[in-house]
């Protein structure tokens, strides 16, 4: 299944249109709709950052997981985690690392005081 794919089976599992989908997720109708028929975003990306955020935070999910399967095959982070060989653990590793790095120089950006450390507390 191709992401745009992916991301149209999301909201028909929920059973939303994407008028409902763009009011409950505050993603425009225009955008979903690109992204729904695998459009190039204006700025030569596949998928607008902004908007998979705000789509997985709907979906109560992670944005790579909003990619990366099927919402009627849900399966938790160990069981996708024992599929992965090696080299695969590692790559995604390096991506989650990379992530982490994201996050803190957006929350380094909006004040050191307002860092998040990995246990979710305030440092």
Known sequence: MQMNETIKA???AAGLTLEQLAEASHVDRS???RIELG???PKGRKFDETHLRKLAK???VQPWQLLAYDPAERHSFDELWAQL???ERA???DFLRYLLSKRRTVHSQEGAA???DLSGGRR
């Open 58 to 60: 709907f979906y109560g």
């Open 10 to 12: 999301w909201r028909k």
């Open 91 to 93: 790559e995604a590793e």
């Open 39 to 41: 459009l190039d975003h």
């Open 85 to 87: 060989n090696p080299s």
């Open 114 to 116: 307002d860092l998040v």
């Open 31 to 33: 955008s979903l709709n």
